[in-house]
């Protein structure tokens, strides 16, 4: 059996899958009515700056006492005040019991902040292959793009569009193919991920609809040095 998971481990492959059958109780009878998430699947939660992206994902963590499934929340560039009031909560609800924080806060390194989404997907699947299930909550991947295109940046790769670097889609594609439901010959464990992204203004895509993306202020100094 596999126990021993690195940050840049490959997703499990098709065979090493099976299909979704499990319901994950979110507690939201919004969610779970109308679009259910299955144990191993991937859910985007999505929306603009004090929307209540998080506590979407804390309710669903709180939601998952006595439903034999180990959490993973994972802050990427939050102030350290929303995160110590995140873990508050989850000690005053008797979560901490199963639950794994991973922060990096708003001033940490950008190396450590990209880091971050990878060794939390680590820690989940070091359970999955226990035949385990997890859930991980990734608040949010936003900021790890961010933190990406600064590092990118420094490295002067060439920049695409908003100044991020062409392989970003596939920096968040190989990290959320790590959730899967496995197969019976490895367990069946599962680990379900659930990303958050904000978004500007209601923008999805931060494109302009001219000429491609823009340079941030902060990113133009880093060019031009």
Known sequence: MKVFVTHTERAP??????????????????????????????????GDRQTGKTAVATDTILNQ??????????????????????VTTF???????????VAEMSDSP?????????TGAALAEYFMYLERHTSIIYDDLSKQAQAYRQLSLLLRRPPGREAYPGDVFYLHSRLLERAAKLSSLLGEGSMTALPIVETQAGDVFFFKSKGG????????????H
């Open 65 to 86: 006492q006595g439903q034999n499934v180990i959490c993973v929340y994972v802050a990427i560039g939050q102030k350290a005040s929303s995160v110590a009031q995140v």
């Open 13 to 46: 492959g098709i065979i090493s899958r099976r299909s979704i059958y499990e319901h994950l109780q979110t507690g939201l009878i919004a969610i779970d009515s109308m679009i259910p998430i299955g144990r191993g699947q991937r859910e985007l939660i999505i």
């Open 110 to 118: 950008a190396t450590l902040q990209y880091l971050a989404p990878y």
């Open 91 to 101: 000690q005053e609800k008797g979560a901490m019991e199963y639950t794994i924080v």
């Open 213 to 224: 993306g823009s340079v941030g202020r902060n990113d133009k100094k880093i060019l031009e």
